[in-house]
């Protein structure tokens, strides 16, 4: 693209923009390869990489009309008016930040187009609640020049409180019949075997009992009941122990004692108290991260065997 074709484009996206035209300068340091005068932006983006760019932004904007139509890539960015750490922050992710950082000085910093929640004595830190798999091109990213440590929380139990109305009176507190342990991990690593295992990355897996409180409400969802609610707010309780896991067989820890040297999905389910897709999925990580790998079939069953012998992953208590 010439110089004189990307000032057009540039004047149609602050049109666009209209008064958040100030987030120009930030947005034009982004966008496609395939137009580098004008955009930056790999083609093969994600929408957790562009967050850092869209703090002043209050729609969504389409920069893709923006370029010719023969190389024309759509481009959403959606924001809201945000707080520094995002639009929504849970006390649980505040407390984390604090649990992990030596101080508030060292908590979302800005490296490069990424924002980071922690960045301490040399390593990242990312405090990831939700799918690691929506931040698996970023930490592969990342995993280039840096170390990289992704705190993974799993809940083991959650007491919810409900409310009358937003800040309003408890009506009721109850445990979620809801129990997990550290083998729901592998759920999470269920789409992440392509960054994990790697040298520079370690994942920290705190396992935690926290409130979750919640008011009647239903949001902007289109189709709602008188059931549904709106959680306004998630707590740190307890943190029953923590397991690191730096190199697959780090991931044989979680396996039962049991588990014979040659194992087939349903025997693997079995021992470990899950169902037989769970315990297909388990196998299928095991095996893409390089802990086990298919050593025959028992009648239509693949059989596996664990590359080395088990070993227990980094592990400590808290409270």
């Known amino acids: 693209m010439a110089g004189g074709d990307a000032q057009p ?12 035209a100030a987030s120009l300068p930030q947005l034009t340091k982004m966008a496609f390869s395939v137009h580098r005068e004008f955009f930056e932006i790999p083609t093969n983006y994600r929408k957790n990489d ?16 923006c370029l010719p139509v023969s190389s024309r890539i759509l481009l959403s960015v959606t924001a809201t008016e945000r707080t520094p750490c995002g639009p929504m922050e849970f006390s649980l992710h505040k407390q984390l930040k604090e649990l992990y950082s030596e101080d508030a000085s060292q908590t979302e910093m800005r490296l490069g187009r990424f924002r980071i929640d922690i960045i301490r004595d040399g390593r990242l830190v990312e405090i990831q609640q939700s799918s690691l798999s929506s931040i698996r091109n970023k930490i592969r990213t990342l995993l280039g020049k840096h170390q990289v440590d992704i ?5 083991a139990r959650k007491k919810i409180v409900r409310l009358d109305r937003k800040d309003g009176d408890v009506v009721s507190v109850r445990l979620s019949p809801t129990k997990k342990t550290l083998v729901n991990i592998f759920d999470e690593l ?7 295992p790697h040298p520079n990355l370690r994942i920290i897996a705190p396992l935690i009992e926290i409130q979750e409180i919640r008011f009647p409400g239903h949001g902007r969802r289109r189709r709602w009941g008188k059931s549904d609610f709106i959680i306004a707010d ?7 122990e923590t397991r690191e896991f730096r190199q697959s067989q780090d991931l044989c820890g979680l396996l039962p004692d049991e588990l014979p040297k040659r194992f ?12 037989r897709g769970d315990g297909q999925r388990i196998a299928y990580v095991l095996r893409q991260t390089g802990a086990a790998k298919q050593v025959g079939k028992a009648g239509n069953r693949w059989v596996y065997q664990l590359h080395r012998k088990r070993k227990t992953s980094g592990k400590s208590n808290a409270g």
């Open 264 to 275: 087939d999905t349903e025997v693997l389910a079995r021992l470990l108290g899950v169902s």
């Open 234 to 240: 998630r707590l740190l309780d307890n943190i029953v």
């Open 190 to 196: 269920l789409y992440f075997t392509q960054v994990f």
């Open 151 to 155: 705190v993974k929380p799993v809940v």
């Open 9 to 20: 484009a540039s004047e149609k996206l602050a049109r666009e923009l209209g008064p958040h």
């Open 50 to 65: 562009l967050e850092p760019f869209a703090d002043n932004m209050v729609r969504t904007v389409q920069i893709g009309k």
